[in-house]
């Protein structure tokens, strides 16, 4: 398996437009989770779906951020509109079903100017 | 509400050193507690997991961690520290049979040197 897979790797976008994050997950894994990393707030928890299900969405800092599972191998990030604050990494992972260890994508690193 | 705690932000150790990176943390039920390692511009990596059994657990590159309940604790630790070991270095904590989130603690950096 080619693991976690993530796109773009790194995107550069202006203030104001949307960002669309992407991720396949490990194929036959069950959940799926969305991190955001920054050196001021580490490694924090946006969003958690389970069988494409969102099950914990307390982390998305605010209405500008959407989390989608449209099937279980693909996910998404968006964020419209975009802000210089929400330059960071943001990681996805996922792992199968027992609540065992995730696996993580490389990130995509985002810079909004 | 779960959650990690690592309290240095920092470890400093001589190469061929033991070393130690702490880790509490904080669930409800029976922890499902991992560490993994992250290196520059890289996703995370996983090292190992303590699940239920032997409270000390292996992993990989030589790691392993020693599981306390009493203090819930979880502590990386090496023998014989290498300078490829240094690295950033997270403790993740899952609430086992409640809702299936993986927490993170804030990240320790590990410097080795030579």
């Known amino acids: 398996d080619a693991g976690v897979i993530q796109s773009p790797r790194h995107e550069v976008t202006e203030m104001g437009q949307e960002v669309t994050l992407r991720c396949k997950p490990i194929s036959g894994h069950n959940s799926l989770f969305w991190y955001r990393q920054t050196m001021m707030r580490g490694l924090e928890l946006l969003i958690y779906f389970n069988n494409n299900v969102p099950i914990d969405d307390s982390g998305m800092p605010e209405d500008r951020f959407s989390a989608k599972m449209p099937n279980a191998s693909f996910s998404t990030l968006k964020i419209q509109p975009s802000e210089p604050r929400d330059s960071a990494v943001y990681f996805c992972?996922?792992?199968?079903?027992?609540?065992?260890?995730?696996?993580f994508g490389q990130g995509t690193r985002l810079t909004v100017v | 509400a779960q959650s990690v705690a690592q309290p240095e932000d920092q470890v400093n150790v001589a190469e061929g050193n033991p070393l130690t990176v702490k880790c509490t943390y904080s669930v409800s039920g029976n922890p499902y507690l991992f560490w993994y390692v992250q290196y520059p511009n890289r996703g995370l990596q996983f090292l190992l997991k303590?699940?239920?059994?032997?409270?000390l657990v292996k992993g990989s590159y030589g790691f392993e961690a020693e599981f306390n309940k009493s203090q819930t604790s979880f502590h990386l630790k090496k023998p014989s520290a290498l300078v490829s070991d240094s690295a950033l270095y997270f403790c993740a904590v899952r609430d086992m049979g409640n809702t299936g989130k993986l927490i993170f603690g804030q990240g320790t950096t590990l410097q080795v040197k030579p």
């Open positions: 992972a996922s792992s199968p079903r027992g609540n065992t260890e995730a696996f």
């Open positions: 303590y699940i239920t059994g032997d409270n």
